[in-house]
């Protein structure tokens, strides 16, 4: 089934997401990016720019997860990079149009869906078994089981800005009891599959609609999606609470497939800036200046496009 356009009725507010990276190259690197948002239900793109550096050449690919991904060769110096778009969304909340949260058992899964309840390098469920029985074993298999490993770790995981690590697995923030939205996701997920749920990790922008931020962070947002009824349900334990405007960018196994950038070679992120915000529908153009006094969101009122 295709994605709905923008124009669809279903989407009654206008999003811009975009970011822009700078790499400092001492010999040659090569830089695969995960940075444009894929087709999905839930958004639909108006329009994007995606820019590399002086005309840097690049090779677009969709990788086995289903994510847009540009494979660019860095030139020595200064490589700067910058992707923006407009996007339409709902405004209704997460999951408000899925109703069938049955769980399959493993010899009904889809064969594309059964890699999603193995162990993976940074969601080590295979670490994680009893933990997950003795806290989750008796909530009913499912949605409720879902939410109640999304409770538990928002209410016992601390959420640090700026805490994240890149050689942390679940089992590793499970134990130093803190962490970033990354380690919030792969909890979510190893937790998941201990039950055989297949679950997977998921970045993307999530703007500030209808929940405001009093810090102003602008970042990369990862989260997590579960299986059930046929359909990827989500289920954030940053938060846990449904959201308004996620739109997708990647997923996978872990962070590994949903990395933004993975750098081969001699290569240093020297600039990293990242913007989501709610904007008025025909306002503001891809290229624009980031201008947040344009800014509908970041309050508890949600705040929709004109009919």
């Known amino acids: 089934m295709a994605p709905p356009t923008p124009d669809s009725p279903k989407f009654d507010v206008t999003v811009r997401v975009g970011c822009s990276l700078a790499y400092e190259v001492t010999g040659s690197a090569m830089l695969l990016l995960n940075l444009r948002p894929i087709a999905n239900r839930n958004h639909a793109i108006v329009f994007e720019a995606f820019t590399a550096g002086d005309n840097l050449p690049v090779e677009k690919f969709t990788d086995s997860h289903g994510n847009q991904v540009a494979r660019v060769k860095l030139a020595p110096g200064r490589n700067l990079f910058r992707h923006d778009a407009i996007v339409r969304v709902s405004s209704q909340p997460d999951n408000h149009d899925l109703t069938d949260r049955t769980p399959h058992l493993p010899a009904d899964l889809p064969p594309a869906v059964l890699r999603y309840t193995l162990p993976s390098r940074y969601a080590d469920s295979d670490k994680l078994g009893n933990f997950a029985w003795e806290k989750f074993g008796t909530v009913e298999h499912g949605w409720p089981r879902v939410q109640a490993i999304s409770q538990w770790l928002h209410d016992n995981i601390e959420y640090r800005y700026m805490s994240g690590r890149p050689d942390l697995s679940a089992w590793d923030v499970l134990q130093r009891g803190y962490g970033v939205c990354r380690d919030f996701a792969h909890l979510a997920v190893a937790l998941s599959r201990s039950f055989n749920l297949p679950a997977r990790y998921v970045t993307g922008h999530l703007p500030d609609i209808g929940c405001p931020d009093p810090e102003g962070h602008m970042d990369f947002h990862a989260y997590a999606e579960v299986y059930l009824g046929g359909e990827w349900h989500t289920t954030d334990a940053r938060f846990h609470v449904p959201r308004i405007g996620r739109i ?60």
């Open 248 to 307: 997708k960018v990647a997923c996978g196994q872990d962070a590994v497939d949903g990395a933004f950038s993975t750098i081969y070679g001699g290569a240093t992120l020297s600039y990293f800036e990242v913007w989501a915000y709610q904007v008025a529908r025909g306002t503001v153009g891809v290229g624009d200046p980031v201008d947040f006094t344009k800014r509908l969101d970041n309050s508890w009122t949600v705040r929709t496009d004109p009919v």
